[in-house]
Every structure is written in C-alpha cells, then in structure tokens.
C-alpha cells in the first residue's frame, strides 16, 4: 500500500521562504512522476510544479523563479522549495506521485498561509 507523508507547511509573512516535503512509502520512487498541487478556497486545484522519472521540470507562470521542486532517491522525498512567498500562494498543498501506466497517489495537503 502507497502512503505520502507530507510537512512542512505553516504560516509565513510575504517574502519569507517554506520548504514542504512528502515522504513516500510502498512505492518505487524513481520510477514515478511527481508534483505538488494546490488549492485555494473556492478555486480548482492547479497543477505547481512537477518532475518527471527522468529530472525534468516544469512550474505554474506564477511561480516561476520562486519555487522549486526536486527529489531525494535515497530518501524517498519529493521537496518544493518556496521563496518569495506572497498572499496568493496560500491554499493547501498536495504532493502527488503519477506511475507510469497506473494510478496516481495523493498526499492528505499541508496548509500554507501567507499573511501579514
């Protein structure tokens, strides 16, 4: 059975940094995609960033510059970086782990709020 660990979330002010981070169990980690959604209250949830099996990369237009998604093999984590964090980047956070022809997983979401 497949389970995602996620933390790392919490309330920041504008322009501070967060790293969230999903630890994944019962799972071949490299030979997955992976990604972080969010969703705000009232709004789908969006696709962050991802990152395939392979290493590459992609992000949302509006966190471009400012976050970072990577992975640790060895220890099974899925990271996203985020600095520069401003109010509209608040929503709960998913981490998600995509298997190449099979199902998708999804973590329980970790609340980030960005406030003054």
């Known amino acids: 059975q497949v389970q995602l660990v996620e933390s790392g979330g919490g309330l920041v002010q504008p322009g501070e940094s967060l790293r969230l981070s999903c630890a994944a169990f019962?799972?071949?980690?490299?030979?997955?995609?992976m990604g972080w959604y969010r969703q705000a209250p009232g709004k789908e949830r969006e696709l962050v960033a991802k990152?395939?099996?392979?290493?590459?990369?992609n992000y949302a237009d509006s966190v471009k510059g400012r976050f970072t998604i990577s992975r640790d093999g060895a220890k099974k984590t899925l990271y996203l970086q985020m600095n520069s964090l401003k109010p509209e980047d608040t929503a709960v956070y998913y981490c998600?782990?995509?298997?190449?022809?099979?199902?998708?997983?999804w973590g329980k979401g970790t609340l980030v709020t960005v406030s003054s």
């Open positions: 990152i395939t099996r392979l290493g590459s990369t």
């Open positions: 019962g799972i071949f980690f490299d030979s997955n995609d």
């Open positions: 998600n782990i995509q298997q190449v022809g099979g199902v998708a997983y």
